[in-house]
């Protein structure tokens, strides 16, 4: 523990040398446990005044053909997410869910945590506040090695510098304007100015923060792979846990007098962040995927990236504009952001319009944690003991669906409703029942078998399915995937065409 809080010290110490900037006295006020701006990219006197003074104190008809093509992109679509490396989860459970102790059944509410519904409601107060769903607060999480937060900044507040040593945090802005940024274990600093829509990774367990840097306040809402992320406040961690005042006048190049002011400050806290520190060491601490062994992974042929790398600007579009007719899924996964590789998180912005579904399918790499921004659902899993939990949702609802298992959204209500999931791994992996029993050449006495039919209800399920199923594949990817087809068509028309070229020159 005290070389971890040494690594961190000396990080800070080495960006603030990097950056030509000296710690002021009242580094942290103990008013604040967690905010967001870069206290280490002060561009101006005016900027560092700024940080320190903030510290301190379905029904949608296609035709037969387009099922056909459908299908193609399915299976397409199958084999390019499968060529990913995917990191799942924390390691597996060996049930579907973890019961707490002396408790044998259980309903839809277990699954369900109701804790955020002010969250939707409010706008934000003064200074930075966090709302959680975690294991903590939400026990059905243990094992499915995902959580989420909400979290909202007043104008001009800070999250100020922290780690998570379980997970990566992976934000979603929502509303109003964040400077974002973190510091890899080169010390080098990756910032950038999000608006909303905008999506950006923190790797896990390097310090990052996040600074309101406009006039108007700003929401956010953060995925983590882990049901337990952990979170280490760099300013509490180093002045407020006993570490000798000489160790501390050293490592940060100052002398015991300034080091006892800034003690000072965290003084009032001091309890109150060992109590935390304790409830939190107390908990199961489901770590995330397998570790890699860098911060993040480059693509390939790339040796150096800023911080628009870790950003994704592809759900802009999502936050300015309702659902349309039917469902719709608009991910920010890995083949949609690069930077998400090894991170072992992921999340998605799904819209419903009155009336719609978002069919039975599973998650093979990773739970849902699905959070009801507006509107109502109704929701539901199947167990491997074939027991089905449901459940109602209203506005800030947070429900679980345990990893791999079948999975259904409603809305039933005559209103629109919009969600954000959070899921454990960078490629949760989406298996569609309908289309992947009736839509990919299963043989029609199999499937009679299998339901307990004849041949000619199974191929009348295949003709409704290919009349009715609407858009299980989100235009989005529709579209990337017909546009890299287009090109890997052209790359090999012109290798045919020099090759062409070549055997008939001399």
């Given amino acids: ?75 397409m679509l199958l084999a390019f997410a499968t060529s990913h490396v995917a990191t799942a989860g924390d390691p597996d459970i060996t049930s579907d869910f973890i019961l707490p102790p002396n408790v044998t059944a259980v309903d839809g509410s277990f699954f369900t945590y109701t804790g955020l519904r002010s969250a939707v409601n409010s706008q934000p107060g003064a200074g930075f506040s966090v709302s959680k769903a975690a294991s903590a607060e939400l026990p059905a ?8 937060a909400v979290l909202k900044y007043s104008a001009g507040s800070v999250n100020p510098p922290h780690t998570h040593p379980r997970s990566a945090e992976l934000l979603f802005l929502v509303q ?18 999000l608006q909303p829509g905008d999506v950006f990774v923190f790797p896990k367990g390097l310090i990052h923060y996040q600074y309101c840097n406009s006039g108007s306040a700003a929401v956010a809402v953060s995925a983590f792979g882990s049901a337990n992320a952990g979170t280490v406040s760099v300013p509490k961690s180093v002045f407020a846990t ?14 015991v007098a300034t080091i006892q002011k800034l003690k000072a400050a965290m003084a009032l806290n001091k309890v109150l962040f060992l109590m935390l520190l304790a409830f939190a060491i107390s908990h199961v601490a489901t770590a995330s995927g397998p570790d890699i062994t860098s911060d993040f992974i480059l693509p390939p042929n790339l040796t150096a990236v800023d911080g628009s790398f870790f950003t994704y600007t592809g759900l802009r579009s999502v936050v300015n504009s ?49 959070f009801l921004v507006n509107g109502y659902l109704e929701v539901g899993f199947v167990d491997t003991g074939n027991k089905l939990y449901t459940r109602s949702l209203q506005p800030g609802d947070v429900f679980v669906f345990p990893k791999g298992l079948i999975h259904y959204q409603y809305c ?95």
């Fill in 1 to 75: 523990m005290s070389e971890n809080r040494s690594n961190l010290s000396n990080t800070i110490v080495d960006v603030v040398k990097q950056k030509n900037t000296k710690l002021h006295p009242r580094f942290l006020h103990p008013d604040h446990e967690i905010s967001s701006f870069n206290i280490f990219k002060l561009n101006s006197t005016a900027n560092a005044t700024l940080i320190i003074q903030s510290l301190c104190p379905c029904d949608h008809k296609i035709t037969t053909e387009a099922m056909a093509l459908n299908k193609v992109l399915f299976l």
């Fill in 141 to 148: 999480l243990l094992g499915q090695s995902v959580s989420l």
């Fill in 176 to 193: 109003g304007y964040l400077e974002v940024g973190f510091v890899d274990t080169g010390n080098k600093l990756y910032t950038q100015s």
């Fill in 242 to 255: 006993g570490v000798d005042d000489v160790v501390l006048a050293k490592s940060f190049n100052t002398d």
């Fill in 322 to 370: 309702q659902p349309g007719a039917g469902f719709s899924v608009s991910k920010a996964a890995v083949a949609e952001f690069p930077a998400l590789l090894g991170q072992s998180v992921s999340m998605a912005v799904l819209k419903y319009s009155a009336g719609s579904v978002n069919p039975p399918h599973t998650h093979p790499r990773s739970a849902e944690l699905l």
């Fill in 412 to 506: 039933n209500s005559g209103s629109a409703a919009i969600a954000v999931s959070a899921f454990g791994s960078t490629n949760a992996g989406t298996v569609s029942v309908p289309m992947s029993v009736f839509a990919t050449g299963v043989d029609d006495v199999v499937l009679a078998k299998s339901f307990k039919t004849n041949d000619g209800t199974i191929q009348e399920l295949v003709r409704n399915l290919g009349r009715n199923l609407g858009t299980l594949i989100d235009s989005d990817f529709v579209k990337k995937l017909l546009v890299l087809l287009s090109l890997v068509t052209g790359i090999v028309s012109l290798i045919l065409l020099i090759n062409s070229h070549s055997r008939g020159t001399p």
